[in-house]
Each structure stands twice: as C-alpha cells, then as structure tokens.
C-alpha cells in the first residue's frame, strides 16, 4: 500500500477489512459500522435528500441534487475535518438540514420542482 494510503472498507457489517487492521496500514480508515470513526453510510445523505425534494416539490431525483447532497454532507464536514472525522455524524443535525437545503436549492435549478 502506499504510504498514507486511504481505506474505505464499507461492508456492514463484515467490512472486507477489520478497521483495526487497516489502521496500520492506512492514514485515514472509513467503514460502514457506527462502531469505528467515519462511518461512511447513506444515512448521512437520506433524509435531507427526501426533505429537500419534498420541499421543492420535486418529481425526480437529479444527478446534480445528489451532488449538491455530496457537497452539503462536505461542508459539514470541514468544520471538524480530522483523519477520523472525515464525514459528519450521522446524528450531527446540521447534516440533514444542509443536506435538504442544498438538495431543494439543486431541484429548484434543475427545473424538477
């Protein structure tokens, strides 16, 4: 591996790759359990993507409102960003709040509302 290599063992919940191990391979390690740091999860994404489509009235999803969930989910992350930080809490309630905000203002560009 290379030095300060990245993890992203997502299985949940066997990740391909035991955390712990990874660890002392990689700089940054993110899996799809709640139990280690950077849980990488779709919960992150969900409700403020079904909230900021419901706001706007949305009748689809569009690519660009998943990206601009991407990026909301980003911003709150750089708050606090850390080598075990590098996504929010899922339980951070600026997540979904941002999330929504970015997702309604993405399908009000896209013309889907």
């Avoid at 690519?63 to 850390?82: C, P, R, Y």
């Avoid at 709040?97 to 203002?105: D, G, Q």
Wanted: proline letters at 7%; glycine letters at 6%.
């Amino acid at each position: 591996m290379a030095p300060q290599g990245i993890v992203f063992a997502l299985s949940n919940p066997d990740p391909e790759i035991h955390p712990v191990v990874a660890a002392r391979h990689a700089a940054v390690v993110a899996t799809g359990r709640s139990d280690f740091p950077n849980q990488i999860n779709n919960v992150l994404a969900f409700p403020g993507v079904f909230r900021g489509a419901l706001d706007a009235g949305a009748r689809r999803i569009t690519e660009n409102m998943k990206l601009a969930a991407a990026d909301a989910i980003f911003q709150v992350a750089t708050d606090e960003l850390a080598v075990d930080r590098i996504v929010p809490s899922a339980l951070d309630p600026r997540v979904s709040v941002e999330v929504a905000r970015a997702v309604a203002a993405a399908a009000a560009a896209d013309g889907v509302a």
